[in-house]
């Protein structure tokens, strides 16, 4: 599938800057699920400073903030050629050895509900993928899909208190949960092309286990199902920290507001 992509992220700014810097991973990657086209990033406000692959394997702008500036706008568009691999990306690529994403984070640590969820399942003569499934299938009876309940410090443990969240909680917790069932696993950010809209509020997020004689496989809990050609991955990472689309930070005083626009199209 050919999807053609936008993403607009405005920023801000209650009171000028005196200087910012941001890290992008906004570029999406030729890899074995997906083919890039073409694709260019732009800022207003701002300049594109170098760019990098991080350890992960994703690419990274670095980006300046023009000084005085009380707005900036980043955009990024680009075609992306995709195929329906059943969820599964297969072996590990980038820097990082499969075994460190069994390392616990702030976003992902282990605590009691993670604990309970686990012990909830039935796990009972059921193979890797069907174990995975089961947990998905328990993340989303127990904490619903439903915005503004957390954000983007929120970690796993508190959404499961809360009892609701979103994709980034979803995967949060599968993360967790996946990694105290003996599974190394990681968050991917990205976009979905929805069956019912061109336009979204943001992009997407889903989780990755890794799973022997298979690979990465990927688990969309939100939408419970493994990703397919609908699906262009960014980055990857430990927890959203790490695979954030737009992050850092900046010099000054007042605070910001951030309004994102994404879309997603099948091309013809």
Same mark, same amino acid.
């Not at 980043?74 to 050629?81: D, P």
């Not at 796990?123 to 995975?132: A, F, N, W």
């Not at 954000?151 to 809360?162: F, H, Q, Y």
């Not at 949060?172 to 061109?198: K, Q, T």
């Given at each position: 599938?050919?999807?053609?992509?936008?993403?607009?992220?405005?920023?801000?700014?209650?009171?000028?800057?005196?200087?910012?810097?941001?890290?992008?991973?906004?570029?999406?990657?030729?890899?074995?699920?997906?083919?890039?086209?073409?694709?260019?990033? *732009?800022?207003?406000?701002?300049?594109?400073?170098?760019?990098?692959? !991080?350890?992960?394997?994703?690419?990274?702008?670095?980006?300046?903030?023009?000084?005085?500036?009380?707005?900036?706008?980043?955009?990024? *568009?680009?075609?992306?050629?995709?195929?329906?691999?059943?969820?599964?990306?297969?072996?590990?690529?980038?820097?990082?050895?499969?075994?460190?994403?069994?390392?616990?984070?702030?976003?992902?640590?282990?605590?009691?509900?993670?604990?309970?969820?686990?012990? /909830?399942?039935?796990?009972?003569?059921?193979?890797?993928? /069907?174990?995975?499934?089961?947990? $998905?299938?328990?993340?989303?009876?127990?904490?619903?899909?439903?915005?503004?309940?957390?954000?983007?410090?929120?970690?796993?443990?508190?959404?499961?208190?809360?009892?609701?969240?979103? $994709?980034?909680?979803?995967?949060?917790?599968?993360?967790?949960?996946?990694?105290?069932?003996?599974?190394?696993?990681?968050?991917?950010?990205?976009?979905?092309?929805?069956? !019912?809209?061109?336009?979204?509020?943001?992009?997407?997020?889903?989780?990755?286990?890794?799973? *022997?004689?298979?690979?990465?496989?990927?688990? !969309?809990? /939100?939408? *419970?199902? $493994?990703?397919?050609?609908?699906?262009?991955?960014?980055?990857?990472?430990?927890?959203? /920290?790490?695979?954030?689309?737009?992050?850092?930070?900046?010099?000054?005083?007042?605070?910001?507001?951030?309004?994102?626009?994404?879309?997603?199209?099948?091309?013809?």
């Amino acid at each position: 599938m050919r999807l053609k992509i936008s993403h607009t992220t405005d920023y801000q700014l209650t009171e000028p800057t005196k200087y910012g810097l941001q890290q992008l991973r906004i570029t999406p990657t030729t890899n074995a699920l997906q083919t890039v086209k073409e694709w260019r990033v *732009e800022m207003i406000g701002g300049k594109l400073e170098t760019h990098y692959t !991080d350890e992960h394997g994703a690419l990274v702008h670095l980006a300046s903030i023009e000084p005085e500036k009380t707005d900036l706008k980043i955009f990024a *568009e680009g075609e992306v050629e995709t195929i329906d691999a059943s969820g599964v990306f297969g072996k590990q690529i980038g820097f990082m050895p499969v075994w460190l994403y069994q390392h616990s984070t702030p976003l992902t640590r282990i605590g009691q509900g993670i604990r309970a969820l686990v012990r /909830s399942l039935d796990l009972t003569d059921k193979d890797d993928i /069907s174990r995975l499934h089961e947990l $998905c299938a328990a993340i989303l009876r127990d904490i619903p899909y439903e915005t503004g309940r957390t954000n983007v410090e929120t970690s796993a443990e508190d959404a499961i208190l809360e009892g609701a969240g979103v $994709c980034q909680d979803h995967a949060h917790i599968f993360i967790a949960a996946a990694r105290h069932m003996g599974f190394p696993a990681r968050y991917v950010s990205g976009y979905l092309m929805m069956n !019912d809209r061109e336009m979204q509020d943001a992009g997407h997020a889903w989780a990755e286990a890794y799973v *022997e004689g298979l690979g990465w496989v990927g688990f !969309d809990v /939100s939408n *419970e199902i $493994c990703p397919d050609d609908r699906y262009v991955r960014l980055a990857v990472g430990l927890d959203y /920290s790490e695979a954030a689309p737009v992050s850092g930070m900046t010099w000054g005083q007042g605070g910001a507001s951030m309004k994102v626009m994404v879309q997603v199209q099948q091309q013809q």
